[in-house]
């Protein structure tokens, strides 16, 4: 008998693309599969479009609470032991669960996979395939994640007993919280990375991830939790780990001083600093001390931080 297989569509007043989003997931070559939605309180005419699939779905409405526990909830419903989590924005490609049911099914010590994504929309120019970090000799899935959170989720297929073991989704998280989950799986069991993509990701104004400060406060909070509850994880990690929450805290610095929040930009940098030493990073604070902090001095900031970054990428193997 074929595996069962939970696709969870969490939604929040995306009327006009959510449609689109259930029907790819309708139209999964894989047979052996529902389809559930999860209304997080919109109130655009949501609930009427959802009542009109009937039951080839399965939907639920709950109050506006966020993805977390909007993907929570789906999980509660979801009787498959495998899930499919999908934004309501994005849209499966017909043979995703054709091509990662398999590895599931055959390695009991996996805990999900994965694989690129297609990344479209009117923001972007022309489509194109985003690639996601993937397991070496050297460099494990879990550590992947924290050093780069390069795996789009929607390309995911999770074995339902990896997410309970991790707890589920973390709904004091209202960004990152794919990721977190994620990275908490990945220290626990395997992850294959295939090499189809399975999922096109939308790039539109309407993006959840828009507020940079929020998202990145909350990959910092994430990993700040992962490495308080996992030391040997942070053993493993090594000089990486600081290095890392450096770049996140210059990241916070750098959008901050974008909203002219200068004194606030200016202790992130500080927080940064005390996490690693840079030429790069002591250029940027002297930059946010100096006086009349302008755009020229952004662009500066800008410049030093891709410098940064390509050494990092250089150092750590990314």
Same mark, same amino acid.
């Given at each position: 008998?074929?595996? %069962?297989?939970?696709?969870?569509?969490?939604?929040?007043?995306? +009327?006009? =693309?959510?449609?689109? $989003?259930? !029907?790819? #997931?309708?139209?999964?070559?894989y047979a052996?599969?529902?389809?559930?939605?999860?209304?997080?309180?919109?109130?655009?005419?949501?609930?009427?479009?959802?009542?009109?699939?009937?039951?080839?779905?399965?939907?639920v409405?709950?109050?506006?609470?966020?993805?977390?526990?909007?993907r929570?909830?789906?999980?509660?419903?979801?009787?498959?032991?495998?899930?499919?989590?999908?934004?309501?924005?994005?849209?499966?490609?017909?043979?995703?669960?054709?091509?990662?049911?398999?590895?599931?099914?055959?390695?009991?010590?996996?805990?999900?996979?994965?694989?690129?994504?297609?990344?479209?929309?009117?923001?972007?120019?022309?489509?194109?395939?985003?690639?996601?970090?993937?397991?070496?000799?050297?460099?494990?899935?879990a550590?992947? %994640?924290?050093?780069?959170?390069?795996?789009?989720?929607g390309? +995911?297929? =999770?074995?339902?007993? $990896?997410? !309970?073991? #991790?707890?589920?989704?973390?709904?004091?998280?209202?960004?990152?919280?794919?990721?977190?989950?994620?990275?908490?799986?990945?220290?626990?069991?395997?992850?294959?990375?295939?090499?189809?993509?399975?999922?096109?990701?939308?790039?539109?104004?309407?993006?959840?991830?828009?507020?940079?400060?929020?998202?990145?406060?909350?990959?910092?909070?994430?990993?700040?939790?992962?490495?308080?509850?996992?030391?040997?994880?942070?053993?493993?990690?090594?000089?990486r780990?600081?290095?890392?929450?450096?770049?996140?805290?210059?990241?916070?610095?750098?959008?901050?001083?974008?909203?002219?929040?200068?004194?606030?930009?200016?202790?992130?940098?500080?927080?940064?600093?005390?996490?690693?030493?840079?030429f790069?990073?002591?250029?940027w604070?002297?930059?946010?001390?100096?006086?009349?902090?302008?755009?020229?001095?952004?662009?500066?900031?800008?410049?030093?931080?891709?410098?940064?970054?390509?050494?990092?990428v250089?150092?750590?193997?990314?």
């Amino acid at each position: 008998m074929a595996t %069962l297989i939970s696709i969870i569509i969490p939604t929040h007043n995306r +009327v006009d =693309l959510v449609g689109e $989003a259930i !029907e790819s #997931a309708l139209r999964q070559t894989y047979a052996a599969r529902e389809v559930i939605v999860v209304d997080d309180g919109s109130a655009d005419g949501t609930a009427d479009l959802l009542a009109r699939y009937g039951d080839r779905i399965r939907s639920v409405r709950t109050s506006n609470r966020g993805c977390a526990a909007a993907r929570n909830t789906g999980v509660a419903l979801a009787r498959g032991a495998y899930l499919a989590f999908l934004d309501s924005d994005d849209v499966l490609l017909p043979d995703k669960l054709d091509l990662q049911v398999p590895v599931l099914d055959a390695q009991d010590d996996v805990g999900f996979v994965y694989g690129p994504i297609v990344v479209f929309g009117p923001e972007l120019a022309a489509e194109h395939l985003d690639t996601p970090i993937r397991p070496t000799a050297e460099r494990s899935v879990a550590e992947g %994640l924290f050093l780069t959170t390069r795996v789009g989720f929607g390309s +995911v297929l =999770l074995r339902r007993a $990896a997410v !309970e073991q #991790a707890g589920g989704f973390d709904e004091t998280l209202r960004y990152n919280e794919d990721t977190d989950l994620l990275l908490r799986v990945a220290l626990n069991w395997k992850a294959v990375c295939i090499e189809a993509p399975t999922v096109r990701q939308r790039w539109h104004s309407g993006r959840k991830s828009r507020d940079e400060v929020a998202l990145q406060r909350a990959v910092l909070r994430s990993m700040q939790q992962v490495l308080d509850a996992r030391p040997e994880f942070r053993v493993q990690l090594g000089a990486r780990a600081e290095a890392r929450l450096a770049e996140v805290h210059w990241a916070i610095s750098r959008a901050l001083a974008e909203r002219n929040e200068i004194a606030a930009a200016r202790a992130e940098a500080a927080a940064a600093w005390r996490h690693r030493h840079s030429f790069a990073l002591a250029a940027w604070r002297t930059i946010l001390t100096g006086p009349g902090f302008a755009p020229a001095a952004l662009r500066a900031g800008r410049l030093l931080a891709r410098g940064l970054g390509f050494l990092q990428v250089r150092l750590r193997g990314v």
